[in-house]
């Protein structure tokens, strides 16, 4: 059965305390994503990384980071630094990535909570 | 930088009712389209794409969308809403060249029956 795991479904952190989001594919897929949702700002992308041992910043990478050590893994840290981490993290990937952009496959995402 | 507007944030409709979402993006040039849905609880998935030809593109569930280029414009369609349909919808604009997928803010949709 095909797609992306995302774990835990829910998380709570004290703040100050650095935490690891995990998202992994079994899709083959080479390109994976980063997103924060947020209620009414729709999503917005922390980091990508279109190949293994390579990633991106988004548009909101401050306060993240990520490693890309195998195709079907991209974990997120979410670090003491991010001001306000309380959000729905959601994980993607597609096919490939590059000068092409392909249908991209969702993650249930992970809620978590800082307080 | 590309953004993408969606002006509908909270629809209410009617079973059988029609449903239009409304889509605009900031991009002169070549543009790939996408719309999202999350439904309550399930992940976030496509309902259809345009990628080129034919601007009227149909998706799953009876949902279809027109791409209007003179008027940077995607919006959604569909002609008789069900209650199932109740859900977030996000449009999705990535340039031609990238890889990158800029969403909209997104339109939550409740269907009463």
């Known amino acids: 059965d095909g797609g992306i795991t995302q774990s835990p479904k829910y998380l709570f952190r004290k703040e100050g305390q650095n935490v690891t989001l995990s998202c992994e594919q079994n899709l083959n897929h080479d390109a994976m994503y980063w997103y924060r949702q947020d209620p009414g700002q729709g999503l917005r992308l922390i980091y990508y990384?279109?190949?293994?041992?390579?990633?991106q910043k988004g548009d909101i990478a401050e306060g993240y980071s990520v490693s890309r050590e195998k195709k079907e893994s991209f974990p997120l840290t979410v670090t003491s630094a991010q001001k306000n981490p309380t959000a729905f993290y959601l994980c993607?990937?597609?096919?490939?990535?590059?000068?092409?952009?392909?249908?991209?496959?969702f993650g249930p995402g992970t809620r978590l909570t800082v307080t | 930088a590309q953004s993408v507007s969606q002006h509908n944030h909270h629809v209410i409709l009617s079973e059988a009712a029609s449903l239009e979402l409304g889509c605009n993006y900031s991009y002169g040039g070549t543009v790939n389209l996408f719309w999202y849905v999350q439904y309550p609880g399930q992940h976030l998935q496509l309902l259809l794409k345009?990628?080129?030809?034919?601007?009227l593109v149909k998706g799953i569930k009876g949902f279809e969308a027109e791409f209007i280029k003179s008027k940077f414009s995607f919006n959604l369609r569909k002609p008789s809403v069900q209650w199932s349909d109740t859900a977030e919808y996000f449009c999705a604009v990535s340039s031609y060249n990238t890889d990158k997928l800029i969403f909209g803010t997104g339109t939550r949709l409740q269907v009463f029956p």
């Open positions: 345009y990628f080129s030809g034919d601007p």
């Open positions: 990384s279109q190949i293994v041992n390579d990633f």
């Open positions: 993607a990937s597609s096919i490939g990535g590059g000068r092409v952009t392909y249908e991209q496959y």
